[in-house]
């Protein structure tokens, strides 16, 4: 059975930095592509960043470039969101999506696995 667990979030002040982690387990992810995303109250789930299967592509969206920066650790199946100058609108409950099997990176449909969800609070 496929788990994903997040881990890392947590409230801190505005231009503060936290580090997400999201651990697959239940077979290997090696050549999947993964990604994180993210909910705010009453907003749809909207993409934040992607990397794909060997991590010499990543993609982000416009409100988190070079802010965020996604990483994966393949040969532990850990997916990472490095997040530096939080703002209070990055406020959410992120998620990682493991293993896209159609569609475009950037939408949550397609993704074959998603994590719990951990919640991020940026205090302004």
């Known amino acids: 059975q496929v788990q994903l667990v997040e881990s890392g979030g947590g409230l801190v002040q505005a231009g503060g930095s936290l580090r997400l982690s999201c651990a697959a387990s239940?077979?290997?992810?090696?050549?999947?592509?993964m990604g994180w995303f993210r909910q705010a109250p009453r907003k749809e789930r909207e993409f934040v960043a992607a990397i794909n299967w060997n991590g010499a592509s990543t993609y982000y969206a416009d409100s988190v470039k070079g802010r965020f920066t996604i990483s994966r650790d393949s040969a532990k199946s850990t997916v990472y969101l490095q997040m530096n100058n939080l703002k209070f609108e990055d406020t959410a409950v992120y998620y990682c999506?493991?293993?896209?099997?159609?569609?475009?990176?950037?939408?949550?449909?397609?993704?074959?696995?998603w994590g719990q969800g951990t919640q991020v609070t940026v205090s302004s």
């Open positions: 239940g077979r290997t992810f090696s050549s999947s592509a």
């Open positions: 999506a493991v293993e896209k099997t159609f569609g475009v990176l950037s939408r949550p449909t397609g993704w074959d696995y």
